[in-house]
């Protein structure tokens, strides 16, 4: 079974940072970084959509139009850790950010991390 953890999330005014992480455990390091991953985010009354995507070795990324040049994906497969940094934020950032697979099966969701854009 394998358990997403995501962190780092939390109220922030507009035009502020902050960094997701997400820990996947109970997968050898050689399956964690052969999965592309992603972040996905679910507002409120609309469904979960993927803002970022990160493929084996890193180097190839990609971003929903709406995020694009204002966040970054990047991992750590020495540590099972995907992390999102999210700068000059809008009230409209505001989500549940979750991480997961992007191709294939997805794992069991995890809790996922609330981001709050608000002044």
């Known amino acids: 079974q394998v358990l997403l953890v995501e962190s780092g999330g939390g109220l922030v005014q507009p035009g502020g940072s902050l960094r997701l992480s997400c820990a996947v455990s109970?997968?050898?390091?050689?399956?964690?970084?052969?999965?592309?991953m992603g972040w996905y985010r679910q507002a409120p009354g609309k469904q979960r959509e993927l803002v970022a995507g990160i493929f084996t070795s890193g180097a190839s990324t990609s971003y929903a139009d709406s995020v694009k040049g204002r966040f970054t994906i990047s991992r750590d497969n020495a540590k099972n850790t995907v992390y999102l940094q999210m700068s000059s934020l809008k009230p409209e950032d505001t989500a549940v950010y979750y991480c997961?697979?992007?191709?294939?099966?997805?794992?069991?969701w995890g809790q996922g991390t609330q981001v709050t854009v608000s002044s």
């Open positions: 109970a997968v050898s390091g050689t399956v964690f970084s052969i999965n592309a």
């Open positions: 997961n697979r992007i191709s294939g099966p997805t794992y069991s």
